[in-house]
């Protein structure tokens, strides 16, 4: 089993910026990959990035790239967001996941979220 715990979220005005960390314990030598997802209001839950845990390839959804870095530090076992730009469509419960295998599309382990509002 894997456990993640999520921090870092909040309220920010638009064109902020906040850093998401996601903390994995428990069998993380089994994890190949580590990713973020998020879930905005009366929406489903979607994609947002993810990275090889060690290769640290990385991997973006469209609505994020260029905006959203997504990083990890091995040692720590947390892999991190970093949000820049933020728009009120940001707005989400955001979600970190873990996962044994690289090129599924199940996720196996899930933290529970952490509230991101970015105001206008």
């Known amino acids: 089993q894997v456990q993640l715990v999520e921090s870092g979220g909040g309220l920010v005005q638009a064109g902020g910026s906040l850093r998401l960390s996601c903390a994995a314990s428990g069998r993380t030598f089994s994890m190949s990959r580590m990713g973020w997802f998020r879930r905005a209001p009366g929406k489903e839950r979607e994609f947002v990035a993810f990275?090889?845990?060690?290769?640290?390839?990385?991997y973006y959804a469209g609505s994020v790239k260029g905006r959203f870095t997504i990083a990890r530090d091995n040692a720590k076992n947390t892999v991190y967001l970093q949000m820049n730009s933020l728009q009120p469509e940001d707005t989400a419960v955001y979600y970190c996941?873990?996962?044994?295998?690289?090129?599924?599309?199940?996720?196996?382990?899930w933290g529970q979220g952490t509230q991101v509002t970015v105001s206008s």
């Open positions: 990275i090889n845990w060690s290769a640290g390839t990385t």
């Open positions: 996941a873990a996962d044994p295998a690289l090129y599924t599309s199940a996720w196996e382990y």
